[in-house]
C-alpha cells in the first residue's frame, strides 16, 4: 500500500524530528504525518506520468501505443498505468475489508488480555497492515504495557527451555535482526508481562507470547461468530489466518509487536559513512520514528522498520524523480509475471528493500529522469541479489533478507529476471 501515499510537503525534517523526540506510543506528529501523506497522494495518474516516459512504458506494460495516439492525454497515462491502478482498487476493497475483521478479533483479544492493543480502522492508511502481495499481508498487533525503552543493559547467558526447565548448554546469541527482550528494559511495564505464561527468567519469550496469543485469536474467531470467514492456520511458527474476502482469500500473518518510538537500536548502523542519499536531514526525520520488536521466533525478538521504511519510501520523489513509479511497475511485473503466486518467494518489502539499496547508490535527480533506464537498473539489482540469494537488509546490512527462501524458487525467479533484461518488451498477462 506504500505507492498510495505521497510525499509531505516541504516541511523541514529535522523540525518535525525534534517535536516528535517524546517517549510513549508514537507521537501525534508521527501519526498525522502519515494522515497527511496519504490525503496529498490522492493526485491524479496524468501527474504521476510524464510525457517523455510513456512511449517507454507503454512498451514495458505490454500497452498498444498506436492504438493509444489518438487517446487525450488523460486517457492516455490512465490507461499506461491501468495495470498498476487496478492492483491498487483491488489492494484497497481487500484492505477495506480485512482491517474490518482484524479490528474486530483484536478488539476481542485486547478484552480479554490487556497486554494486547486493538488493531484501529482507518479510513486513509493503516499503519499497522503491510502488503506483501495481492494475497499476502503482515499484520502488527501492538502490545501494551512496556513503557520507557532503555536498551539493552548487560549481556548474560541463558539455560533454559520453552518449558522453563534448565539447559546444561546456553541458548545462542541473538544474530543479525534478532535481540532479546528482557523486562527490565523497560522503564514501566505491567505486572502481567511477569507471568510465567510469557516470562522466564526475566525475559518475555516470543514464542510464550505467540502461544497465549494463538489462543486467544481461536477465542476471538468464536466469539466474534467469524468461524465462516476466519480460519487460524495449523502447523505455522507464528499466528496466520485465512480470511474470505470479495476479492478472494487472503493469508494474514498477524504478529504481536513491541513498539519503540524515537529510539534507534544499536545494530543499524546507518547513514552509512560518505553517503548522499538521504540527505542529513532525512536521517534524523527517519530515525525519530524508532523501531518495532516482533514476535516471530522461539526466543529471539525480530528487529523492524516498518515506519522508517515507509517514511523512507514517501519521501523519494521530491526532487521530481521516477523512483516509485518505477517500483510500481517492477512490482507488477514480479505479481504478474516473475513470482506470481499466494506466497511469492519474493514480496514487495524485497522489492522496496531492492529500490532503496539503488538510490543510496544512485543519488541524484539525473539517474530517475529516463523511467526505462531506471526501471532496468532496478531490475538489474534485483537479479543479482535472487540470483545470488543475497539480499541485504537496508537499515542492518549484515542480515540477508533471502537466507531462508526455497532456492529453487529463487532461481526460477532470477531466470525470469534475466530474460526479461535481454528482451525488456515484456507483455503482462
Known amino acids: 500500500m506504500a505507492d498510495e501515499f505521497f510525499h509531505a510537503g516541504k516541511e523541514n525534517c529535522s523540525e518535525q524530528a525534534r517535536r516528535s523526540q517524546v ?3 508514537r507521537s501525534q506528529f508521527q501519526r498525522s504525518f502519515i494522515q497527511r501523506v496519504t490525503l496529498l497522494g490522492k493526485l491524479p495518474t496524468r501527474f504521476v506520468l510524464h510525457r517523455e516516459r510513456k512511449q517507454k512504458v507503454a512498451a514495458i506494460l505490454g500497452v498498444d501505443q498506436e492504438a493509444m495516439k ?4 488523460g486517457d492516455l497515462d490512465h490507461c499506461l498505468l491501468s495495470k498498476v491502478d487496478l492492483r491498487r482498487q483491488q489492494i484497497s476493497q481487500t484492505m477495506e475489508e480485512v482491517q474490518k475483521i482484524i479490528h474486530l478479533l483484536t478488539a476481542e483479544i485486547s478484552r480479554q488480555d490487556s497486554r494486547f492493543e486493538a488493531v484501529p480502522v482507518s479510513d486513509t492508511h493503516n499503519e499497522s497492515i503491510k502488503v506483501l502481495a495481492p494475497s499476502l499481508f503482515h499484520v502488527t498487533v501492538p502490545l501494551k504495557g512496556l513503557a520507557g525503552y532503555k536498551g539493552i543493559r548487560t549481556q548474560r547467558w541463558r539455560y533454559y527451555n520453552l518449558q522453563g526447565a534448565k539447559l546444561t548448554c546456553p541458548l545462542r546469541d541473538p544474530e543479525g535482526l534478532q535481540q532479546w527482550l528482557e523486562t527490565e528494559m523497560f522503564m514501566k511495564t505491567l505486572w502481567q508481562w511477569h507471568k510465567a ?6 525475559d518475555i519469550v516470543p514464542a510464550k507470547v505467540l502461544q497465549v496469543f494463538r489462543m486467544l485469536v481461536e477465542n476471538a474467531v468464536r466469539t466474534c461468530h467469524l468461524s465462516g470467514k476466519v480460519t487460524v492456520l495449523e502447523k505455522r511458527t507464528t499466528v496466520w489466518v485465512a ?5 478472494g482469500q487472503v493469508e494474514l500473518e498477524l504478529a504481536p509487536t513491541v513498539e519503540i518510538p524515537t529510539t534507534w537500536p544499536e545494530k543499524a548502523q546507518w547513514p552509512r559513512c560518505l553517503k548522499r542519499w538521504p540527505s542529513p536531514e532525512r536521517v534524523e526525520c527517519i530515525k525519530s520514528f524508532g523501531f518495532n520488536l516482533v514476535a516471530q521466533s522461539a526466543y529471539h525478538w525480530q528487529l523492524s522498520f516498518s515506519q522508517a521504511e515507509q517514511v523512507l519510501f514517501e519521501q523519494l520523489d521530491e526532487d521530481g524523480g521516477c523512483r516509485r513509479q518505477c517500483f510500481q511497475v517492477l512490482r507488477q511485473l514480479k505479481e504478474d509475471v516473475w ?4 506466497r511469492p518467494v519474493i514480496t514487495t518489502h524485497h522489492l522496496q528493500t531492492v529500490l532503496f539499496w539503488t538510490c543510496e547508490k544512485y543519488p541524484h535527480l539525473k539517474d530517475w529522469q529516463v523511467f526505462h533506464q531506471a ?3 532496478l531490475a538489474r539489482k534485483l537479479h543479482r541479489c535472487v540470483s545470488q540469494h543475497f539480499l541485504k537488509h537496508y537499515f ?3 542480515s540477508n533478507l533471502l537466507q531462508s527462501a526455497n532456492p529453487s524458487e529463487l532461481d526460477a525467479v532470477a531466470q525470469k529476471v534475466a530474460f526479461f533484461l ?3 518488451q515484456v507483455e503482462l498477462p
Not at 505464561?197 to 526475566?202: A, P
Open 422 to 424: 535481454k528482451n525488456p
Open 197 to 202: 505464561d510469557v516470562n522466564i527468567e526475566g
Open 70 to 73: 489518438s487517446l487525450p492525454e
Open 243 to 247: 480470511v474470505e474476502t470479495s476479492t
Open 375 to 377: 526501471l532496468l537498473r
Open 339 to 342: 513470482c506470481p503466486g499466494r
Open 396 to 398: 542492518v546490512p549484515k
Open 23 to 25: 517517549s510513549g506510543p
